[in-house]
């Protein structure tokens, strides 16, 4: 089964508009640690936000915000007033137990962000 | 404050040769890992590296190895390398190697192409 499944290829939004990006995860591992990440054209990963697995608080950091549903195993990403610059690959990304290490981040295929004007 | 630096940024290699790609971690940080992501795809782990050991290592062959140096830094080497090692090769680094909190931050990456 996939660790982490972003089921949106492709998604585009309108300017100053907000926009959810989906990810679903699969651990049995009770602490674990959800990430996002932003990957311009020009490659490098930026980091977003972060959920942990114990957070009660939905995460957020400026626009961005993690909508948290530990049952149904979701961590979407909002990112409200979009801007042309938000165009890029977004990933899902999750940290958890293998052997005795956490050192691992598993990502998910990600999806596309079209910010149109 | 640097951040994750590797170098260099691109390399074309040929089928069968080695190649070793570097990188230093953010100011602060100890442990280095490495990814590897085809086009297209999310980035898969190779392996990570803290107090100069492999700590963890994902499902790639043992023509991947890697080293960590006394100042942290990082060489990934690939040996015998093939069409399918094209790819961008991302570096990572963070504190501690058991953290499950800890974000990590990544280079700008080296892009590999293979002919």
């Known amino acids: 089964a996939q660790k982490i499944t972003q089921t949106q290829p492709g998604m585009f939004v309108q300017e100053k508009e907000a926009v959810t990006l989906d990810c679903t995860y699969d651990?049995?591992?009770?602490?674990?640690?959800l990430f996002w990440y932003k990957q311009p054209s020009s490659g490098e990963m930026i980091f977003l936000i972060y959920?942990?697995?114990?957070?009660?608080q939905n995460a957020t950091e400026g626009r961005y915000s993690l909508n948290f549903q530990k049952a149904r195993k979701s961590a979407n990403l909002v990112i409200s007033a979009s801007q042309l610059g938000d165009s890029a690959m977004y990933f899902c990304?999750?940290?958890?137990?293998?052997?005795?290490?956490?050192?691992?981040?598993?990502f998910g295929q990600g999806t596309i962000l079209t910010v149109h004007p | 404050d640097a951040g994750v630096t590797q170098s260099p940024t691109h390399l074309i290699k040929t089928r069968g040769q080695q190649v070793t790609l570097r990188c230093s971690p953010k100011?602060?940080?100890?442990?280095v890992s490495w990814y590897q992501q085809a086009l297209g795809q999310g980035p898969q782990f190779i392996f990570q590296?803290?107090?100069?050991?492999?700590?963890q290592r994902g499902n790639f062959p043992d023509r991947f190895s890697g080293h960590q140096f006394p100042n942290y830094s990082s060489e990934l080497n690939v040996n015998a390398l093939l069409l399918g090692d094209s790819a961008l090769y991302l570096c990572?680094?963070?504190?501690?190697?058991?953290?499950?909190?800890?974000?990590?931050?990544f280079g700008p990456g080296t892009r590999l192409t293979v002919l």
């Open positions: 990572a680094s963070s504190q501690g190697w058991d953290r499950w909190r800890e974000e990590q931050f």
């Open positions: 651990t049995s591992d009770p602490s674990y640690g």
């Open positions: 959920q942990g697995s114990y957070d009660q």
């Open positions: 990304a999750m940290r958890e137990r293998e052997g005795t290490s956490y050192g691992k981040l598993t």
């Open positions: 100011s602060g940080h100890d442990t």
């Open positions: 590296y803290y107090e100069e050991e492999e700590r």
